[in-house]
């Protein structure tokens, strides 16, 4: 059974940095793409960027630039590091693969 488990978000001011993690189980994240998804308040889930099997890693306009995704086949983990954040990348940020989902986890810009 897949299991993806996100840890990382938290409280951080405009301009900071975080890195999320997405954990997975039950699967291989260098055999599958894996993708991150954000969510924010009143608005729909949208696509962040992806992770491919080859390794390319597309990412949204709105975070090209700040935004990256990279995984540690060995902890079998996708990572998404976020830099210079706006007070408009708070959202609930969550990982995908395989029809699967995590639970998300909060990310807050805010001064």
């Known amino acids: 059974q897949v299991q993806l488990v996100e840890s990382g978000g938290g409280l951080v001011q405009p301009g900071g940095s975080l890195r999320l993690s997405c954990a997975a189980s039950?699967?291989?994240?260098?055999?599958?793409?894996v993708q991150w998804y954000r969510q924010a308040p009143g608005k729909e889930r949208e696509w962040v960027g992806t992770i491919a099997k080859n390794g390319y890693t597309p990412l949204a306009d709105s975070v090209k630039g700040r935004f990256t995704i990279s995984r540690n086949n060995a902890k079998n983990t996708v990572y998404l590091q976020m830099n210079s954040l706006k007070l408009e990348d708070t959202a609930v940020y969550y990982c995908?693969?395989?029809?699967?989902w995590g639970k998300g986890t909060l990310v807050t810009v805010s001064s």
């Open positions: 995908y693969s395989n029809e699967n």
């Open positions: 039950g699967m291989h994240v260098n055999f599958n793409n």
